[in-house]
């Protein structure tokens, strides 16, 4: 990808910048902590990473968190692994997300929306209202801070309110979406042993009733240390024995109570896709949690009480945890439980436009497939509410930004697209939405307040318009606390530390542009080294996938023991299509010409499917793995993979090509 000066796609109106909220802080933190009050973005962003005690200040200041304790510093310890954050402060992440009670009690705080795409609010006062109740039953449960609260849930209301009587009464929130299999959901509660676990009997997606009644009675074989079960009766049914109800414990009319924990405390539990072994069990805590989705809600995506902030996400995703924190921002926050595809590919489109979505963030793999299916989102919706677009999960391809700049420039809208990036691992971005900077196809705005965000070679040297390392050279307040049973911090240093000591490394190929930008060429564990040129998956991705008889591909790079190279590209076809000879030279020509001869595959190959992981990331590394020799049981996790099939057979094409 070419980091020359082209124009920009998309350019914030004076009136946009003026408004945003990220203006009118870099004025509030210039008048008040002395940030520069000229400069833009770039001049804060600089402020924020050499000043970083004085901005995390400003954040609090700003957001008017409520520490009951206060703090004796903003960061103690700056060493990475071990920051330690705004010490001796004291504070509840529950109390803060149900704050906008107090003034907007008859306004939705939730909008949830089931396969009907029709929206059933719920209040700030019923949501307060429920979190107290089932607080208050918590802890007749006898649940004390720090104990482990589980839910197999949906993307519901009930997941809501669970999550924050959890954190109301400082215990650890944890959570897995119901389509995992028992042994996935297994993998990561067990880690962490709860001792409640909120689960439904059954969830519907794609027009269907899926019935996981058996899978709870295994998960609650499976977990020793469950005192309790709550029973949700989305299908109707009613609870199994032993079994508490749901209806029962959020009825009663309580004022909830919020813990005042240490700023350190944790909040909850995410896991990483845990391909390779048993998920990493990543602890962030209350206070960094809340400071950081602050930050990147309230001034990255610029969310406030008039906003609607929908993002297609399930309970086992980051993105929504990231999307309950809408709550801060004293934002309605859209729950969209269903296919992302059902009734027809339009459908994510359809609940932006009846719930009124002023931010709609979706997967980047969703856009192309709208582009892909020929769907016109704002020529058949009204989506005249949507401010911004944000994609994430994978790189969005230049073709994804031009489609969706076009789609609604085509209505006379003015379409911010934001490209984020970032990880489970921090859950927040890394770079991405900046409201009041230009957006240039296929790259992200700029990196977060906050984060030294930089690309570094093998040397540890930065380099600018290079692909690079992306690391982050200071601490953020959501980076883990610890992992789960990781005693000594030896598998989250070697997680994160071990290439660069003291300085975060992510795994991803990045580049920083001279412009202030970044681009995401993919993992770089899986990176691409043909003749010492390192390329990302994700630029062969956005070629080959733009061709319309390829559904989906992969692309994978193995050393062979004398010394080669070889770089297989497997495509899984359009329905009708067919891998030809002129298929073939269209695939190959595409690349040469619009990347590298260098980036041509040895070898392109049609296979059935491409599998992901539960989240949705291609797998690339086990593939890479099984393709080496590894047997399957030793490349991969199974209970982290969408089809085990499609593994078996690259396990098998393996076996035949040795």
């Keep these: 990808m070419s980091t020359a000066n082209p124009q920009p796609l998309w350019q914030p109106d004076p009136q946009r910048i003026a408004q945003a909220r990220i203006t009118r802080f870099q004025s509030w933190a210039a008048e008040r902590h002395g940030a520069p009050a000229d400069g833009g973005y770039p001049a804060l962003h600089r402020w924020s990473v050499d000043h970083l005690d004085t901005f995390w200040q400003a954040v609090t200041e700003y957001f008017d968190v409520r520490f009951s304790t206060p703090c004796t510093r903003v960061l103690g310890n700056r060493a990475m692994p071990g920051a330690e954050w705004f010490p001796g402060a004291r504070l509840n992440y529950a109390e803060h997300a149900l704050r906008a009670a107090a003034t907007r009690a008859d306004e939705p705080a939730l909008l949830y929306v089931d396969e009907t795409h029709e929206p059933r609010p719920v209040t700030w006062t019923e949501l307060r209202r429920q979190v107290g109740s089932l607080a208050g039953e918590l802890r007749a449960l006898g649940v004390r801070p720090g104990d482990r609260v589980s839910g197999y849930l949906p993307n519901v209301p009930q997941a809501v309110v669970a999550l924050l009587a959890t954190a109301a009464v400082g215990a650890v929130w944890t959570s897995s979406a119901p389509d995992f299999g028992a042994r996935s959901v297994l993998d990561r509660f067990q880690q962490v042993e709860p001792v409640v676990l909120f689960t439904v009997d059954g969830y519907r997606y794609g027009g269907k009733e899926h019935d996981r009644r058996e899978i709870v009675a295994e998960l609650r074989r499976e977990l020793p240390t469950l005192r309790a079960v709550v029973h949700i009766p989305l299908l109707g049914t009613p609870a199994p024995e032993g079994a508490l109800d749901w209806s029962a414990l959020t009825a009663a009319d309580t004022e909830p109570e919020f813990e005042q924990v240490p700023f350190d405390h944790p909040l909850w539990v995410l896991y990483s896709s845990g391909t390779t ?362 209970g982290s993979i969408d089809n085990l099939d499609l593994l078996t057979y690259f396990e098998d094409f393996a076996r035949k090509r040795a």
Excluded at 342 to 362: H, K, M
Excluded at 372 to 378: D, E, I, L, Q
Excluded at 490 to 508: K, M, N, Q
Excluded at 550 to 564: A, C, F, H, N
Aim: negative net charge; hydrophobic residues 35%; aromatic residues 8%.
């Design 277 to 638: 072994g048993l998920p990493k069990a990543i602890v962030q805590s209350q206070g960094g949690i809340l400071v950081e989705h602050l930050k990147q809600l309230g001034l990255h995506c610029d969310l406030g009480p008039e906003d609607r902030f929908f993002w297609y996400t399930s309970t086992g995703w980051m993105m929504w945890n990231f999307l309950v924190s809408g709550l801060l921002t004293g934002t309605t926050v859209v729950l969209y439980d269903g296919s992302p595809g059902y009734p027809d590919t339009g459908a994510q489109w359809r609940v932006a436009e009846r719930t009124g979505a002023t931010l709609y963030g979706t997967s980047a793999a969703y856009v192309m497939a709208c582009r892909k299916a020929g769907v016109h989102p704002s020529r058949d919706h009204d989506l005249s509410r949507v401010k911004c677009v944000a994609t994430t999960g994978s790189p969005l391809p230049p073709d994804g930004f031009r489609w969706l700049h076009d789609e609604f420039a085509a209505s006379g809208a003015d379409l911010w697209v934001a490209s984020v990036s970032g990880g489970t691992d921090v859950c927040s971005c890394f770079a991405g939405a900046v409201p009041t900077l230009p957006v240039y196809t296929g790259e992200l705005q700029a990196p977060g307040l906050g984060t030294d965000l930089q690309a570094w070679d093998p040397a540890g040297r930065p380099v600018i318009d290079e692909v690079g390392e992306l690391v982050v050279t200071n601490p953020m307040p959501s980076m883990p606390i610890r992992f789960w049973n990781d005693p000594d911090g030896s598998r989250y240093h070697e997680s994160y530390f071990d290439t660069y000591p003291g300085v975060w490394r992510h795994g991803d190929w990045i580049t920083v542009t001279s412009r202030g930008t970044v681009i995401i060429h993919g993992r770089s564990d899986s990176t691409l080294n043909r003749q010492g040129v390192r390329m990302g998956s994700a630029d062969i991705y956005e070629v080959v996938e733009r061709l319309p008889e390829i559904k989906e591909s992969l692309v994978i790079g193995i050393e062979q023991p004398d010394g080669g190279y070889w770089m297989p590209l497997f495509v899984h076809l359009a329905p009708g299509a067919v891998l030809d000879e002129t298929l073939l030279n269209r695939i190959k020509q595409a690349i040469r010409e619009q990347l590298s001869p260098r980036h041509v595959p040895d070898e392109v190959i049609e296979v059935p499917g491409v599998p992901h992981t539960l989240t949705g990331k291609r797998i690339e590394v086990p593939v890479k793995r099984l393709l080496q020799g590894a047997p399957l049981e030793k490349a991969v996790n199974p």
